[in-house]
């Protein structure tokens, strides 16, 4: 199979003939739960590739969407799991549907209007939720077999539902709630591979529709502020003992909170304003409002922090 991935690659991503494209589709997709790291990225191309450039139909899309996101839910929990592979890969190829249907909702594909309905999009905005939730896997490179990065990868899904004309305030409040219940989930690693920045990058997905109240942002704040349960991050650590899943989750939190800080300070660059620049040059909404309340959010950590360490 890395054979067969590297000549469609080699080829300029040259797409079979139509008989061919559904059998081949079939062994393309099976390919992003490879532990064989070239053929699972390959995989991820060519089908990114063939869906940007209309080789798919709507009905082809629409499939394969929902295959990507049945595959989030297979081997959900474990915690170390060669599924997660599938998982991670597949978040990649069901947000590539959703930027297909939102660049035709933008006009930007000749001859082709959105496909996606209001159902369907919630649907799979629940999967992707659900496995951001239930995902116990957090490897984000494995020595052995390449990259995983299932938080990382949900995540940047996540940033693409936001931009949905389905999805209203309660949805992206969802994505939000979601967000801060992972950063503050107590688990055995500080996140080393950036995992703290793509969730703050979704976040700013979420911000930019202008949907999203003050009031609930101060809230969602506090909720990550204090920690799980609402009591604060004082909690896990003592004069002689550490709880060191709940420290490892208030590193995260933190490290979060500064990530969000300085995307809304400096405006980063995001891969998506390539197809929709004008989304991504909006204007921040609650900007200075959000960054002092971030500000004050970190103070209450460090506060806790400083005084047990």
């Not at 790291?37 to 869906?51: F, K, P, T, Y």
């Not at 990507?68 to 978040?91: E, I, K, Q, T, Y």
């Not at 959703?98 to 209007?113: A, L, N, Y």
């Not at 996606?116 to 999009?121: A, T």
Request: hydrophobic share 40%; aromatic share 8%; charged share 25%.
């Amino acid at each position: 199979m890395r054979e067969r991935i590297q000549k469609i690659i080699d080829s300029g991503y040259e797409a079979p003939l139509a008989g061919e494209m559904k059998e081949l589709t079939a062994q393309i997709t099976a390919g992003l739960a490879a532990t064989d790291a070239a053929v699972r990225e390959g995989s991820m191309e060519i089908l990114w590739h063939w869906g940007q450039a209309g080789v798919y139909s709507d009905s082809q899309l629409l499939e394969l969407g929902q295959q990507m996101a049945d595959n989030l839910s297979v081997g959900l929990g474990d915690p170390n799991s060669d599924s997660v592979f599938l998982r991670a890969f597949s978040a990649l190829i069901l947000a590539m549907v959703i930027v297909i249907d939102q660049r035709c909702e933008c006009g930007q594909i000749e001859e082709r209007r959105p496909f996606l309905s209001k159902r369907q999009v919630h649907e799979w905005l629940g999967a992707a939720l659900s496995c951001l939730d239930k995902e116990q896997d957090r490897r984000g490179f494995t020595e052995d077999f390449g990259w995983a990065h299932s938080i990382a990868h949900v995540s940047d899904a996540l940033g693409d539902f936001a931009r949905s004309r389905h999805l209203n305030t309660a949805e992206l409040e969802q994505i939000l709630q979601a967000i801060a219940d992972k950063i503050i989930e107590p688990c055995d690693v500080i996140y080393p591979f950036g995992e703290d920045s793509r969730l703050a990058r979704s976040t700013r997905d979420v911000l930019l529709r202008d949907q999203v109240s003050m009031a609930f942002l101060t809230q969602w704040l506090d909720t990550i502020a204090h920690g799980p349960g609402g009591s604060d991050w004082a909690a896990v650590l003592g004069l002689e003992s550490c709880d060191i899943q709940g420290n490892n989750a208030r590193m995260n939190a933190r490290s979060f909170l500064y990530s969000l800080y300085f995307q809304l300070a400096i405006h980063p660059g995001n891969a998506r304003a390539e197809y929709f620049a004008d989304y991504y040059a909006r204007p921040m909404p609650h900007r200075d409002e959000l960054m002092a309340a971030i500000v004050e959010a970190i103070k209450t950590m460090q506060h806790w922090g400083n005084a047990q360490e």
